[in-house]
């Protein structure tokens, strides 16, 4: 029998990341952590995982995390819509290349980095595949550093001839999910939320699961080395149909509120530009991120996935925004019991 195979993952404490570790350890793999000492790691403990301490910055710590792995999943960066360009490079770039060495200098069987259905240009996407290249210019710096990022990542498979993959995903959710849905539900409770346009548009979503079975297959498939891969849940479902989703999920009515399109994106322009003038840290309500998350129809092809890797989605969108809702509500119901004693 043969033994079971070590796999490093970087973002454990994450949304991919963790499920990513539940499921290699499902599968008997030995898993090491990178972990952050401000990071809450009481989960990764329980699951009896091997925790490396130190950063994406921090060259030695990566390679201690290398050393003896036969993969390597980078499910870790910085995210958000709403940054300096340099911030984003610095971490998902820079120190993504101290990652790349390490695994080329420790010679590992296979890595896979997590990338982004955003590289490709901000503009409405009826079945664009992968051979569309990643837009030289991105709406904001997040998706910017995703474009080199995954350039620089490409650049080791040609230069040092490591065996890496990588996986486009679309707009995640799922259980542990801590930013997004409860973002998304808190505006819905509130009221604040509304449509840009018809939500018509199709939102190209994964869920967490679907996207780590994703991620297992292209560690496991030889002819994944050097490509790159869309992934989503499938079929097209829009922005409403997710959207309403959630609401009914969380006992809400749907919302009805809608911005046109034009004035969505006029909005995003002159907000931004205005938080950028007066040097604000955190994003405006409307910005050209959430004009792309929102008002864009944003459909992707996942057929190159299907035939190369044999990807097919194990859960429906249905069915992951059940889970997903499920594990939310409960932990907000007993966040809410603990802080209101009887």
């Known amino acids: 029998m043969s033994e079971p195979k070590t796999l490093f993952i970087t973002g454990a404490t994450g949304l991919v990341g963790s499920h990513a570790v539940e499921e290699a350890l499902k599968r008997g793999f030995r898993v090491k952590a990178l972990v952050r000492s401000s990071s809450d790691t009481r989960w990764l403990d329980s699951m009896g995982v091997e925790k490396v301490a130190g950063d994406l910055e921090d060259a030695a710590a990566l390679r201690s995390g290398v050393e003896g792995?036969?993969?390597?999943?980078?499910?870790?960066?910085?995210?958000?819509?709403?940054?300096?360009?340099?911030?984003?490079?610095?971490?998902?770039?820079?120190?993504?290349?101290?990652?790349?060495?390490?695994?080329?200098?420790?010679?590992?069987?296979?890595?896979?980095?997590?990338?982004?259905?955003?590289?490709?240009?901000?503009?409405?996407?009826?079945?664009?595949?992968?051979?569309?290249?990643?837009?030289?210019?991105?709406?904001?710096?997040?998706?910017?550093?995703?474009?080199?990022?995954?350039?620089?990542?490409?650049?080791?498979?040609k230069d040092r001839g490591l065996p890496l993959t990588v996986v486009r995903p679309g707009f995640i959710y799922g259980e542990r999910d801590r930013t997004v849905l409860p973002k998304l539900v808190n505006s819905l409770t509130t009221g604040r939320f509304a449509y840009f346009g018809s939500g018509e548009q199709a939102l190209n979503c994964i869920y967490v699961k679907n996207l780590v079975h994703a991620i297992f297959l292209a560690a496991e498939t030889p002819a994944a080395v050097g490509e790159v891969f869309n992934v989503t849940d499938g079929p097209r479902v829009s922005k409403k149909q997710f959207i309403g989703k959630v609401a009914e999920l969380a006992g809400l009515k749907p919302p009805r509120r809608r911005i046109p399109l034009w004035l969505a994106w006029t909005l995003a322009v002159l907000l931004e530009r205005r938080a950028k003038r007066k040097g604000l840290t955190t994003p405006p309500l409307v910005n050209k991120a959430r004009y792309k998350f929102l008002g864009l129809n944003l459909d992707y092809s996942i057929a190159k996935a299907r035939k190369v890797l044999g990807y097919e989605p194990p859960y429906t969108t249905e069915q992951g925004l059940e889970a997903a809702m499920a594990e939310f509500l409960k932990s907000r119901t007993e966040s809410t019991a603990i802080a209101v004693p009887a």
């Open 69 to 157: 792995a036969d993969w390597v999943f980078n499910c870790a960066a910085k995210v958000g819509d709403w940054g300096t360009l340099e911030e984003f490079r610095r971490l998902n770039v820079a120190a993504l290349k101290l990652l790349l060495d390490a695994a080329s200098d420790a010679k590992v069987e296979k890595f896979v980095h997590v990338s982004s259905l955003g590289v490709y240009e901000g503009r409405d996407h009826f079945g664009t595949d992968e051979t569309t290249p990643p837009a030289a210019e991105a709406l904001d710096g997040y998706t910017r550093s995703k474009v080199e990022a995954e350039a620089l990542a490409l650049s080791y498979v």
